[in-house]
Protein backbone atom coordinates (compact mmCIF):
# COMPACT_ATOMS: atom_id res chain seq x y z
CA UNK A 1 0.00 0.00 0.00
CA UNK A 2 1.03 3.49 -0.70
CA UNK A 3 0.42 6.57 1.25
CA UNK A 4 0.59 8.96 -1.37
CA UNK A 5 -2.05 8.54 -4.00
CA UNK A 6 -1.32 8.46 -8.50
CA UNK A 7 -1.72 11.84 -9.47
CA UNK A 8 -4.82 14.09 -9.51
CA UNK A 9 -6.79 12.22 -12.54
CA UNK A 10 -9.12 16.01 -13.52
CA UNK A 11 -11.44 15.82 -16.70
CA UNK A 12 -11.32 18.72 -18.74
CA UNK A 13 -14.61 20.72 -18.67
CA UNK A 14 -16.30 22.09 -21.84
CA UNK A 15 -15.80 25.17 -22.89
CA UNK A 16 -19.14 27.51 -22.82
CA UNK A 17 -18.88 28.28 -26.24
CA UNK A 18 -18.42 24.74 -27.08
CA UNK A 19 -21.33 22.48 -28.01
CA UNK A 20 -20.95 19.69 -26.03
CA UNK A 21 -21.89 15.97 -26.95
CA UNK A 22 -23.38 14.89 -23.62
CA UNK A 23 -23.96 11.38 -24.21
CA UNK A 24 -20.03 11.20 -24.80
CA UNK A 25 -19.18 13.24 -21.63
CA UNK A 26 -21.51 10.58 -19.79
CA UNK A 27 -19.17 7.77 -21.78
CA UNK A 28 -16.03 9.18 -20.55
CA UNK A 29 -17.10 9.63 -16.89
CA UNK A 30 -18.09 6.22 -16.91
CA UNK A 31 -14.81 4.99 -18.49
CA UNK A 32 -12.58 7.37 -16.01
CA UNK A 33 -14.12 5.74 -13.05
CA UNK A 34 -13.41 2.02 -14.37
CA UNK A 35 -9.68 3.16 -15.09
CA UNK A 36 -8.98 5.88 -12.77
CA UNK A 37 -10.62 4.52 -9.55
CA UNK A 38 -9.32 4.69 -6.18
CA UNK A 39 -9.88 2.07 -2.89
CA UNK A 40 -8.90 3.83 0.35
CA UNK A 41 -7.76 0.38 2.17
CA UNK A 42 -5.36 0.22 -1.08
CA UNK A 43 -4.36 3.43 -1.57
CA UNK A 44 -3.88 4.94 1.34
CA UNK A 45 -1.49 2.86 3.87
CA UNK A 46 -2.95 3.04 7.40
CA UNK A 47 -1.01 1.21 9.67
CA UNK A 48 2.28 2.92 8.56
CA UNK A 49 4.29 4.48 11.58
CA UNK A 50 4.01 8.05 9.85
CA UNK A 51 0.48 7.56 8.94
CA UNK A 52 -0.29 7.11 12.70
CA UNK A 53 -2.78 9.55 14.43
CA UNK A 54 -1.28 10.53 17.76
CA UNK A 55 -1.57 13.49 20.06
CA UNK A 56 0.67 16.43 20.28
CA UNK A 57 1.02 16.02 16.94
CA UNK A 58 1.57 19.62 15.85
CA UNK A 59 0.42 19.01 12.31
CA UNK A 60 -2.87 19.26 13.36
CA UNK A 61 -2.79 22.80 14.09
CA UNK A 62 -5.05 24.11 11.52
CA UNK A 63 -3.05 26.82 8.85
CA UNK A 64 -4.15 30.34 7.80
CA UNK A 65 -5.99 28.72 5.05
CA UNK A 66 -8.27 27.48 7.78
CA UNK A 67 -11.37 30.24 8.64
CA UNK A 68 -10.44 29.19 11.86
CA UNK A 69 -6.45 28.85 12.08
CA UNK A 70 -6.25 32.79 10.54
CA UNK A 71 -8.11 34.16 13.32
CA UNK A 72 -6.06 35.88 15.84
CA UNK A 73 -7.61 35.12 18.18
CA UNK A 74 -6.96 30.81 17.91
CA UNK A 75 -3.08 32.03 17.21
CA UNK A 76 -3.28 32.98 21.19
CA UNK A 77 -4.19 29.53 22.57
CA UNK A 78 -2.14 27.17 24.36
CA UNK A 79 -0.44 24.79 21.37
CA UNK A 80 -2.29 21.80 23.26
CA UNK A 81 -5.37 23.21 22.67
CA UNK A 82 -4.79 24.46 18.94
CA UNK A 83 -3.84 20.43 18.31
CA UNK A 84 -6.98 19.68 19.95
CA UNK A 85 -8.86 21.84 18.10
CA UNK A 86 -7.36 21.04 14.64
CA UNK A 87 -8.26 17.09 15.34
CA UNK A 88 -11.64 18.08 15.80
CA UNK A 89 -12.41 20.13 13.22
CA UNK A 90 -10.94 17.57 10.42
CA UNK A 91 -12.57 14.96 12.36
CA UNK A 92 -15.97 16.63 11.67
CA UNK A 93 -15.17 17.96 8.33
CA UNK A 94 -14.72 14.27 7.50
CA UNK A 95 -17.79 12.79 9.22
CA UNK A 96 -20.47 15.86 8.19
CA UNK A 97 -18.46 14.77 4.32
CA UNK A 98 -19.31 11.17 5.36
CA UNK A 99 -23.18 12.37 6.47
CA UNK A 100 -23.58 14.54 2.45
CA UNK A 101 -22.14 11.28 0.86
CA UNK A 102 -25.15 8.93 2.31
CA UNK A 103 -27.57 10.90 1.41
CA UNK A 104 -25.62 11.52 -2.23
CA UNK A 105 -26.00 7.95 -2.29
CA UNK A 106 -29.20 7.50 -1.56
CA UNK A 107 -30.27 10.10 -3.91
CA UNK A 108 -28.32 8.98 -6.87
CA UNK A 109 -29.71 5.08 -6.37
CA UNK A 110 -33.69 6.60 -6.34
CA UNK A 111 -32.14 8.86 -9.47
CA UNK A 112 -31.50 6.16 -11.61
CA UNK A 113 -33.74 3.66 -10.50
CA UNK A 114 -36.46 6.24 -12.55
CA UNK A 115 -34.39 6.45 -15.52
CA UNK A 116 -35.94 4.53 -18.67
CA UNK A 117 -33.87 1.38 -20.55
CA UNK A 118 -31.00 2.38 -22.28
CA UNK A 119 -30.26 5.88 -20.03
CA UNK A 120 -26.28 6.40 -19.90
CA UNK A 121 -26.71 8.59 -16.34
CA UNK A 122 -27.71 4.97 -14.78
CA UNK A 123 -23.95 3.43 -15.36
CA UNK A 124 -22.41 6.62 -14.23
CA UNK A 125 -24.51 7.13 -11.37
CA UNK A 126 -24.02 4.26 -10.35
CA UNK A 127 -19.99 4.35 -10.90
CA UNK A 128 -20.46 7.01 -8.41
CA UNK A 129 -22.45 5.73 -6.41
CA UNK A 130 -19.81 3.27 -5.70
CA UNK A 131 -17.48 5.50 -5.07
CA UNK A 132 -18.82 7.63 -2.68
CA UNK A 133 -19.24 4.41 -0.77
CA UNK A 134 -15.92 3.98 -0.65
CA UNK A 135 -15.05 7.88 0.65
CA UNK A 136 -17.88 7.16 3.46
CA UNK A 137 -15.56 4.24 4.63
CA UNK A 138 -12.67 6.51 4.12
CA UNK A 139 -13.99 9.48 5.77
CA UNK A 140 -15.53 7.09 8.80
CA UNK A 141 -11.71 5.14 9.09
CA UNK A 142 -9.89 8.80 9.52
CA UNK A 143 -12.59 9.40 12.09
CA UNK A 144 -12.52 6.34 14.16
CA UNK A 145 -8.49 6.53 14.51
CA UNK A 146 -9.04 10.14 15.97
CA UNK A 147 -10.56 9.00 18.86
CA UNK A 148 -12.72 12.40 18.43
CA UNK A 149 -16.82 11.58 18.98
CA UNK A 150 -17.90 14.24 16.36
CA UNK A 151 -21.56 14.59 15.61
CA UNK A 152 -20.64 16.03 12.02
CA UNK A 153 -23.70 18.35 10.83
CA UNK A 154 -25.91 20.35 12.97
CA UNK A 155 -28.85 18.24 14.15
CA UNK A 156 -31.35 19.68 11.90
CA UNK A 157 -29.27 18.70 9.21
CA UNK A 158 -29.11 14.87 10.44
CA UNK A 159 -32.80 14.86 11.12
CA UNK A 160 -33.66 15.79 7.64
CA UNK A 161 -31.17 13.15 5.76
CA UNK A 162 -34.00 10.57 5.24
CA UNK A 163 -35.64 13.04 3.26
CA UNK A 164 -33.34 14.89 1.65
CA UNK A 165 -32.84 12.00 -1.10
CA UNK A 166 -36.59 12.49 -2.36
CA UNK A 167 -35.73 15.30 -3.87
CA UNK A 168 -33.97 13.70 -6.88
CA UNK A 169 -36.75 12.33 -8.03
CA UNK A 170 -39.63 14.81 -6.91
CA UNK A 171 -37.06 18.15 -7.90
CA UNK A 172 -33.57 16.83 -9.72
CA UNK A 173 -32.63 20.22 -10.15
CA UNK A 174 -32.81 21.42 -6.78
CA UNK A 175 -30.97 17.78 -5.25
CA UNK A 176 -28.03 18.58 -7.53
CA UNK A 177 -27.77 22.08 -6.39
CA UNK A 178 -27.36 20.07 -2.71
CA UNK A 179 -25.33 18.02 -4.45
CA UNK A 180 -22.77 21.24 -5.37
CA UNK A 181 -23.89 22.89 -2.56
CA UNK A 182 -21.88 20.02 -0.29
CA UNK A 183 -19.24 19.15 -3.14
CA UNK A 184 -18.09 22.09 -3.94
CA UNK A 185 -16.97 23.87 -0.53
CA UNK A 186 -15.33 20.80 0.73
CA UNK A 187 -13.51 20.28 -2.55
CA UNK A 188 -12.55 24.26 -2.75
CA UNK A 189 -10.96 24.26 0.92
CA UNK A 190 -9.01 20.68 0.04
CA UNK A 191 -7.71 21.86 -2.99
CA UNK A 192 -6.49 25.48 -1.39
CA UNK A 193 -4.87 23.06 1.58
CA UNK A 194 -3.09 20.92 -1.17
CA UNK A 195 -1.69 23.61 -3.48
CA UNK A 196 -0.61 26.12 -0.25
CA UNK A 197 -0.14 23.62 2.96
CA UNK A 198 3.07 22.32 3.03
CA UNK A 199 2.40 20.66 7.07
CA UNK A 200 -0.16 18.25 6.24
CA UNK A 201 -0.83 15.51 8.17
CA UNK A 202 0.22 12.75 6.04
CA UNK A 203 -3.20 10.95 6.36
CA UNK A 204 -4.59 13.71 5.41
CA UNK A 205 -2.79 14.49 2.92
CA UNK A 206 -3.91 11.25 1.62
CA UNK A 207 -7.56 11.65 2.16
CA UNK A 208 -7.78 15.03 0.03
CA UNK A 209 -5.83 13.92 -2.54
CA UNK A 210 -8.02 10.62 -3.12
CA UNK A 211 -11.23 12.68 -2.32
CA UNK A 212 -9.87 15.57 -5.24
CA UNK A 213 -9.52 13.11 -7.61
CA UNK A 214 -12.75 11.55 -7.73
CA UNK A 215 -14.89 14.84 -6.67
CA UNK A 216 -13.66 16.13 -9.84
CA UNK A 217 -16.00 13.40 -11.38
CA UNK A 218 -18.73 13.84 -9.66
CA UNK A 219 -18.53 17.47 -10.05
CA UNK A 220 -18.13 17.80 -13.47
CA UNK A 221 -21.24 14.98 -14.08
CA UNK A 222 -23.21 17.60 -11.69
CA UNK A 223 -22.41 20.39 -13.96
CA UNK A 224 -23.07 18.76 -17.24
CA UNK A 225 -26.37 17.37 -15.83
CA UNK A 226 -27.89 20.58 -15.26
CA UNK A 227 -26.48 22.42 -18.01
CA UNK A 228 -28.13 19.81 -20.12
CA UNK A 229 -31.58 19.78 -18.51
CA UNK A 230 -32.22 23.38 -16.87
CA UNK A 231 -31.73 25.04 -20.30
CA UNK A 232 -34.73 22.43 -21.47
CA UNK A 233 -37.14 23.89 -19.21
CA UNK A 234 -40.19 26.45 -19.02
CA UNK A 235 -39.26 30.18 -18.09
CA UNK A 236 -41.43 29.42 -14.58
CA UNK A 237 -39.29 26.60 -13.73
CA UNK A 238 -36.48 28.26 -14.53
CA UNK A 239 -36.98 31.10 -12.72
CA UNK A 240 -37.98 29.37 -9.59
CA UNK A 241 -35.08 27.40 -9.72
CA UNK A 242 -33.03 30.99 -9.98
CA UNK A 243 -34.37 31.82 -7.34
CA UNK A 244 -33.68 28.43 -4.91
CA UNK A 245 -29.74 28.10 -6.49
CA UNK A 246 -28.55 30.51 -4.77
CA UNK A 247 -30.50 29.64 -1.10
CA UNK A 248 -29.53 26.15 -1.23
CA UNK A 249 -25.65 26.93 -1.48
CA UNK A 250 -25.66 29.02 1.33
CA UNK A 251 -27.71 27.02 3.60
CA UNK A 252 -25.80 23.71 2.64
CA UNK A 253 -22.28 25.69 2.90
CA UNK A 254 -23.07 25.88 6.34
CA UNK A 255 -23.22 22.73 6.78
CA UNK A 256 -20.03 21.38 5.47
CA UNK A 257 -17.77 24.87 6.40
CA UNK A 258 -19.18 25.97 10.12
CA UNK A 259 -18.21 23.58 12.95
CA UNK A 260 -21.45 22.73 15.23
CA UNK A 261 -22.42 24.46 18.65
CA UNK A 262 -20.80 21.05 20.43
CA UNK A 263 -17.31 23.04 18.81
CA UNK A 264 -17.54 26.06 20.05
CA UNK A 265 -18.59 24.72 23.50
CA UNK A 266 -16.15 22.81 23.55
CA UNK A 267 -13.01 24.99 23.27
CA UNK A 268 -15.27 27.89 25.01
CA UNK A 269 -14.39 30.11 21.85
CA UNK A 270 -15.97 33.55 22.62
CA UNK A 271 -19.31 34.45 20.98
CA UNK A 272 -17.82 37.65 19.03
CA UNK A 273 -14.57 35.17 18.04
CA UNK A 274 -17.64 33.05 16.38
CA UNK A 275 -19.27 35.71 14.88
CA UNK A 276 -15.98 36.62 13.07
CA UNK A 277 -15.39 33.34 11.89
CA UNK A 278 -18.69 33.02 10.30
CA UNK A 279 -19.03 34.96 8.30
CA UNK A 280 -18.77 38.59 10.27
CA UNK A 281 -15.13 39.11 9.27
CA UNK A 282 -14.08 40.42 6.08
CA UNK A 283 -11.27 37.62 5.60
CA UNK A 284 -14.34 34.84 6.08
CA UNK A 285 -17.34 37.07 3.94
CA UNK A 286 -13.85 36.68 1.05
CA UNK A 287 -13.44 33.07 1.56
CA UNK A 288 -17.72 32.26 1.39
CA UNK A 289 -17.39 34.66 -1.97
CA UNK A 290 -14.20 32.57 -3.12
CA UNK A 291 -15.97 28.73 -2.54
CA UNK A 292 -18.73 29.71 -4.92
CA UNK A 293 -16.72 31.13 -8.26
CA UNK A 294 -17.51 27.34 -10.30
CA UNK A 295 -21.28 27.53 -8.85
CA UNK A 296 -21.35 31.08 -10.30
CA UNK A 297 -20.36 30.36 -13.53
CA UNK A 298 -22.97 27.41 -13.73
CA UNK A 299 -25.41 29.54 -13.11
CA UNK A 300 -24.42 31.88 -15.89
CA UNK A 301 -24.30 29.50 -18.32
CA UNK A 302 -27.99 27.44 -16.98
CA UNK A 303 -29.20 31.18 -17.57
CA UNK A 304 -30.31 31.06 -13.88
CA UNK A 305 -28.64 34.80 -13.44
CA UNK A 306 -31.51 37.57 -13.63
CA UNK A 307 -31.88 40.99 -11.77
CA UNK A 308 -34.12 39.02 -9.05
CA UNK A 309 -31.80 35.76 -8.66
CA UNK A 310 -28.62 38.30 -8.41
CA UNK A 311 -30.57 40.27 -5.46
CA UNK A 312 -30.67 36.89 -4.01
CA UNK A 313 -27.02 35.85 -4.15
CA UNK A 314 -26.31 39.26 -2.90
CA UNK A 315 -28.30 38.70 0.02
CA UNK A 316 -26.84 35.44 0.77
CA UNK A 317 -23.13 36.75 0.36
CA UNK A 318 -21.98 34.73 -1.58
CA UNK A 319 -22.60 37.11 -4.94
CA UNK A 320 -18.99 37.85 -6.97
CA UNK A 321 -17.10 37.10 -10.12
CA UNK A 322 -17.62 33.75 -11.92
CA UNK A 323 -14.77 31.59 -12.30
CA UNK A 324 -13.33 32.02 -15.76
CA UNK A 325 -12.75 28.10 -15.91
CA UNK A 326 -13.07 24.84 -13.40
CA UNK A 327 -11.42 25.06 -10.12
CA UNK A 328 -9.41 28.18 -10.44
CA UNK A 329 -7.23 29.19 -7.87
CA UNK A 330 -8.41 31.18 -5.05
CA UNK A 331 -5.99 33.80 -5.84
CA UNK A 332 -7.29 34.53 -8.80
CA UNK A 333 -10.72 33.88 -8.48
CA UNK A 334 -11.35 36.19 -5.89
CA UNK A 335 -9.98 39.15 -7.93
Known sequence: ????????????????????????????????????NFDPYIDIDWDSPHMAVVPNDTRWIMSPHDPI?????FATQPVEKQIAMGMWRQANVAKVGLQFESILIRGLMQYSDRLPNGAKEFRYTTHEAKEEC?????????????????????????RLSPIIPLFSTIFPSVFYFGVLAGEEPIDHIQKDFLRKDQNLHPTMQAIMQLHVAEEARHISFAHHLLRESIPKKGPIQRFILSLVMPIVMRLLCDVISKPPR????????PRSVWKDLFWRSPESRQFLINVFGDVRMLAEQCGLINPVSSRIWRLMRIAGRPSRYRSEPTYTAAA
Open 1 to 36: MTSTLRSHEYLPVAKTDEVEDYGQVLDDLSDASVHR
Open 69 to 73: GRHPW
Open 134 to 158: NHTLMFQEFVNRTGVDVPGGPRWFR
Open 262 to 269: QFRQTFDI
